[in-house]
């Protein structure tokens, strides 16, 4: 259980990242996009493209029009989320409206990557961090949770309208630009809240599962977890009494895993799957040398294997 100092320093923790996503989406707007009348999607793309049609100041439409999203996040999410999203916003406005950026390139490509990339990283942070700076999400979490339609489409769908719009109103190629920005915002935004490893899933299944769990684990390092097998049916008849071989690898060890599978049973059945989120375990070889002797001593005893 949590002490009081823990809670406290967490939540603190929480802020100060916040806050640095808030400076960070101000550069992006500030510095990149605003200066050059470009747009990103969601909630922040319809206050700019709002702004270039009223005298009203960016700071303030991205309040007001985030104001809805907060009362549907109120029946959608938890109070916490809203509250940490209520000051995320007022803060972000609050930047926007007080701080001025010099304005670093006029390269049209530049500005919506760059842009797009400082916006990303801040929306990004502040999620993890349990708030948001755009409320599209949360009309994604509110319709998903009504209707069944995955966020991804609702956001999607909001983000089409709103390019075609600037398409039609201002021009093709600022609303070009403006889906660029967007894409490269979305991307960002994702290797934010999950990480920069790419890791995936792998189902081993067969008759050699002993010398298969133990090859992985010493040429790997890989933690796993072994499922019981009654009766299954392959490509060499029945298999009965058998170990189902689960683990979570680096994608880029899954040549590797073929590999080891493919020398010792070459019939094997291999599944692989993406894995959205991963915590805890032994995820990578990160074994100091000392461990590492003591992992290869206990499988030379439990399971001595041939060098062919």
């Known amino acids: 259980m949590q002490t009081k100092r823990q809670v406290y320093t967490k939540l603190a923790t929480e802020y100060i990242q916040i806050a640095i996503g808030i400076i960070s989406a101000s550069i992006g707007l500030k510095a990149f996009l ?160 999950e990480g920069f490893e790419d890791f995936i899933g792998v189902t081993i299944v067969s008759k050699k599962y002993e010398s298969i769990k133990f090859a992985i684990l010493k040429e790997l390092g890989a933690g796993m977890t072994i499922y019981k097998g009654k009766r299954g049916f392959g490509s060499s008849g029945e298999i009965q009494d058998f170990d189902i071989i689960h683990t979570i690898i680096n994608r880029i060890d899954i040549k590797k895993v073929y590999r080891i599978v493919s020398r010792i049973d070459d019939e094997a059945f291999i599944v692989e799957f993406d894995v959205n989120s991963v915590k805890g375990g032994v995820l990578r070889r990160y074994l100091s040398k000392k461990n590492d002797k003591k992992l290869a001593k206990i499988i030379a005893e439990q399971h001595p294997l041939s060098n062919d």
């Open 34 to 193: 605003l200066p050059n009348g470009f747009l990103d999607g969601g909630v922040t793309g319809l206050a700019l493209l709002t702004e270039t049609f009223v005298d009203i100041d960016l700071s303030f439409l991205l309040v007001l029009f985030s104001i809805p999203f907060l009362i549907l996040g109120y029946f959608t999410v938890s109070k916490r989320i809203i509250i940490k999203s209520v000051i995320s916003i007022v803060g972000l406005a609050l930047f926007i409206h007080f701080e001025n950026f010099d304005t670093i390139t006029d390269d049209k490509l530049l500005i919506s990557i760059f842009g797009g990339l400082f916006l990303g990283a801040g929306i990004g942070i502040a999620i993890r961090n349990g708030s948001v700076l755009d409320g599209s999400e949360i009309l994604g979490v509110f319709i998903n949770d009504r209707f069944g339609i995955s966020i991804g489409k609702v956001i999607l769908v909001f983000n089409i309208i709103l390019f075609a719009i600037t398409a039609f109103v201002i021009s093709v190629e600022v609303a070009l630009y403006s889906i660029l920005t967007y894409i490269v915002t979305a991307k960002v935004t994702d290797l934010i809240i």
